[in-house]
């Protein structure tokens, strides 16, 4: 990340407010907006990475089911909305073109971790390593990851205040700590600054929450509105 960027605007699911959530549309009207990152999120299903935040299609395409039991074609047939596919994370990854980083949300176990780490070990060293920052809720999964691919930096998601605080980001050896604005605890903040840790909170919309949330020290955000934060007025 830029050292000039002292208050990181991160594209949700590339920029949800403007286009169809985690399509290649959606990521490019983030990057054309101007986010200083872009999030997705990442399954594994059948051997292949695909971009779809819901286990289920039914809220982001015109499809119906679970995703694990729809065929690679079915899901890939699906309109995710003006006429947009579910892409592959290496379809991403060629769009983004390096043009910012992407953070990559791991939403499912059973060997995510495994396949996303053999995708971006691919990319390397042609893409550096701070291209990329591998999140997730499931801790264990982002564990293993770290363990396969020690060089990209990785987030642990929290939705909730943990009683050792910061801790599970210490051991994870985490470049940050991404929060739920729901559980944006000041003790929580302060202990993952003083190991020198990030913290991003998500997911922000209202310019008001993004100036308190800026105020209290917080390192950025992940907003479906990439514009509103970037007009926030100066510190």
């Known amino acids: 990340m830029s050292p000039t960027i002292d208050f990181t605007v991160i594209g949700h699911r590339g920029a949800r407010g403007h286009a169809p959530e985690n399509t290649l549309l959606g990521i490019d009207t983030g990057i054309r907006l101007g986010a200083h990152m872009i999030e997705i999120d990442v399954q594994l299903h059948s051997g292949m990475l695909l971009v779809i935040h819901d286990l289920r299609v039914d809220r982001t395409t015109n499809g119906k089911g679970r995703v694990d039991a729809l065929t690679i074609d079915a899901l890939r047939s699906l309109d995710a909305g003006r006429g947009q596919r579910i892409p592959t994370l290496d379809e991403v990854i060629d769009l983004v073109d390096g043009r910012v980083p992407l953070n990559i949300e791991l939403k499912t176990g059973l060997g995510t971790a495994a396949a996303v780490a053999g995708a971006l070990g691919r990319r390397l060293p042609a893409l550096p ?97 990439p514009d509103r934060a970037l007009a926030l007025p100066p510190r």
């Open 129 to 225: 390593a701070e291209q990329f920052l591998v999140s997730s809720f499931h801790l264990p999964e982002l564990y293993e990851f770290r363990q396969l691919l020690p060089q990209i930096p990785v987030g642990a998601l929290l939705c909730g205040v943990p009683l050792d605080w910061a801790a599970c980001a210490a051991e994870l050896s985490a470049d940050s700590l991404n929060l739920s604005d729901e559980f944006v605890d000041e003790r929580l903040v302060a202990d993952a600054k003083a190991q020198g840790r990030k913290v991003y909170v998500y997911t922000v919309n209202e310019p008001d929450d993004m100036l308190r949330l800026r105020a209290m020290g917080i390192d950025g955000i992940f907003t479906d509105y």
